[in-house]
């Protein structure tokens, strides 16, 4: 597509419920980023994926949360028995491979509400 | 491991002063360094970058340079305006170009 596509725009949800969050990148781009902002706060890393493996796993917040990629290109991010403070905007970015190709193209974010 | 420190906000100017976020690095190997901003209601996009020491980035009147000497890559525009209110977030790629990293953020809200 022409840009990175995520969905639901937004989600409410009952503590303890699962939540799957959808990230389609910009078409060829290998790396995909999953970030959370929530508010009043900054960008916090959760997972990074080349391809479709996830060298780095760091950010994700508890084992609660985890994510996948199939045919280096749709990503979900599930949040399982969600808390309050899992309450966020979370933001899916892609770029390309290859030198110089840094620049992030993000989404729109799905913003997360749990009751 | 790599990580950025900004300027905590908010920043609230008038119309056409002048404006300095401040932005410092930690990092191993030779970073790039990015500004992103996000304006209302609308997504994270790039503002500008530089990707090796001593580059200027600069973008809508918006410039900053990648000081290595002092691991800082602060953002400054001589005079803005309204429509520069948003939030803006100092960003980092490792050498790699696979660890991006920001800060937490500077809102900046300008008066007219």
């Known amino acids: 597509g022409a840009g990175v596509s995520q969905s639901p725009s937004n989600k409410v949800t009952e503590k303890g419920k699962d939540v799957e969050l959808r990230c389609d990148p910009i078409s060829g781009h290998t790396a995909l980023y999953w970030y959370r902002q929530s508010l009043g706060q900054g960008l916090e890393f959760l997972i990074y994926f080349q391809g479709n493996s996830a060298p780095d796993k760091s950010g994700l917040p508890s084992d609660r949360f985890s994510a996948e990629r199939t045919g280096g290109s749709v990503s979900t991010l599930t949040i399982q028995r969600t808390q309050q403070e899992d309450s966020a905007v979370y933001l899916c970015a892609s770029r390309p491979n290859g030198v110089g190709a840094n620049v992030l193209t993000f989404g729109a974010g799905s913003r997360l509400t749990v009751l | 491991g790599d990580s950025v420190t900004q300027m905590e906000g908010p920043v609230t100017l008038s119309e056409e002063a002048f404006l300095t976020i401040n932005c410092t690095y930690t990092?191993?190997?030779?970073?790039?360094l990015f500004w992103y901003v996000q304006y209302p209601g609308e997504g994270l996009q790039l503002l500008l970058k530089a990707t090796k020491a001593d580059d200027k980035g600069s973008n809508k009147g918006f410039e900053a340079t990648y000081r290595k000497e002092t691991t800082s890559f602060h953002l400054e525009k001589g005079s803005v305006q309204v429509s520069d209110s948003a939030v803006y977030f100092c960003a980092l790629g490792s050498y790699n170009n696979n660890d991006m990293r920001f800060g937490a953020g500077t809102r900046l809200t300008v008066k007219p």
């Open positions: 990092a191993t190997g030779y970073p790039s």
